[in-house]
């Protein structure tokens, strides 16, 4: 692909010889073929030059800039352990006369039946009836463990 910035100095280029957005169209594809711009860029650029705007850089998108490919993002998400299983959350709710609810582990044709067995889309009754069916089920899980 052509560098745009290079196809818009060329805009520019011919926009102060007097050229018409269509010839300076024409002469794009001439000149690069597949790569050219297309026809809604160079008016729009011909569109500004006429506007006075004289500089052949891109207007600042707004929006959250991107920070996902950053090398200290890269260690934060990697860094974090489990939450349940860290040591101080553990000694935290130890102290706190909690007791984390036990779950097997991961086994694939094993789900949580408050993901998977209720669907957004039921009834309020019929959510109602598998909710309680699935705590049933977690608790002779649990009456299983103990």
């Not at 594809?29 to 050219?36: E, I, L, S, V």
């Not at 026809?39 to 006075?52: A, L």
């Not at 500089?55 to 974090?80: M, Q, V, Y």
Request: charged content about 30%; aromatic content about 12%.
């Amino acid at each position: 692909m052509a560098d745009f910035r290079e196809q818009r100095a060329a805009v520019k280029f011919c926009f102060l010889l007097g050229k018409s957005g269509t010839e300076t169209l024409e002469m794009l594809k001439t000149a690069y073929k597949d790569d050219a711009m297309g026809k809604t860029q160079v008016f729009e650029w011909f569109s500004r030059f006429k506007n006075g705007e004289m500089s052949i850089d891109d207007k600042p998108r707004s929006g959250r800039p991107s920070t996902a490919r950053t090398h200290e993002d890269w260690f934060f998400h990697h860094d974090n352990g489990p939450a349940h299983t860290a040591l101080s959350v553990r000694q935290f709710l130890t102290k706190n006369g909690m007791t984390p609810v036990p779950y097997p582990p991961y086994l694939p044709d094993l789900a949580r039946c408050d993901f998977f067995f209720v669907s957004s889309n039921e009834k309020r009754h019929e959510r109602k009836k598998r909710q309680r069916r699935c705590q049933a089920f977690q608790k002779m899980n649990l009456d299983k463990m103990k």
